[in-house]
């Protein structure tokens, strides 16, 4: 008898979270799935993707169904949505992609096996910020037969929560290595060197250091420019903090950028800077990667996981301006190691980020959830 799983979530197509549109659409288009889609009350876009195994994997014959709801920004609304869903449906296995959906909705869950998947916020910070939460994970932790994280460091942050180690696994998300790869086949003739840090403007990005790093490379009489994309709540302080340190003709803030925009910055870049003070896996460090750029970044969260230090990268230290400008400087030296780091970062993401492989551990997740 086929076996049913609902996945929910309510982020898809969310800008700070491209990566998850970008591996939904690699898993429907993958030939070991025939897919179609469905809508939910009127929607504009479509927000039930049901995804049905082929044949040709009999063991994984299962109906996988997306739901997303991301349409609805009322959590009210949100729920009057799923709550039918749910109930008409008897599914087998439920795999929240964000566990804090789960309070909201578990009075009309009916399933024997639970997924909850963790990136960042609720296992490192929200637990710190709301005792209701942590007691909340508590329970998650006890109800789930499986948890996924997003890196090693997650994982071992929930289990000194309370997590049980049996329970984890850890799938890395992916990065699509056939859109993000650079055109060209050398470095062109620069006369000023371009550094690109992508990411909401705000405290967790470590831009304050970033910029004081900044100055400390304009002070040594350096030519480079320094260009941010991204928003968010502290666009205002930083652009006082680059006034006070005079760097307004080579600091630039280019507020949120599409997808494609990201690719044309990256195609453009010679280094790539992430001075994030605290991090779960850092996809725009993967996407820097997969186009062959070098890395600077700290070693905040699951960043190490992300690169190979002195390889691909150099990490630094947190809330270091001085580090950072000094592993800038080293990269802006020498064209022949920005060219070795980055051919070294493609080839870490395609042989441990790709598609392929994290459609391929998500197959064996729900494999092991619905046994």
Known sequence: MRKELAII?????????????????????SRSFDTYAHKIMGATDDCIFPIRCSSKKEKLAHLIQYIASHNYRNTALKEYLLHPILMRNQYNALHFLNAQQYPALQKVIDAKHLAFSFRGYETLVRPQEDTIWKSSLLDIYKQARLLHFVSDHIQQAAIELGASEDKCRVIYRSVDTDYFKTRRQQERSIERILILSTGRLTWQKGYFFALEAMKKLMDSKLRFEYHILGEGSDLQELLFHRERLGLNQCVFFHGQQSREQVKTWLERANIYLHASLTEALPNAILEASAMELPIVATSAGGIPEAVQENQSAFLVPLADPLSIAEALHRLIASATLREQFGKAGRSYMVSKFHPDRETEDWMKFYDELLK
């Open 9 to 29: 979530f309510d982020v898809f197509g969310h800008p700070n979270q491209p990566y998850l549109s970008a591996f939904y659409q690699h898993l429907k288009s």
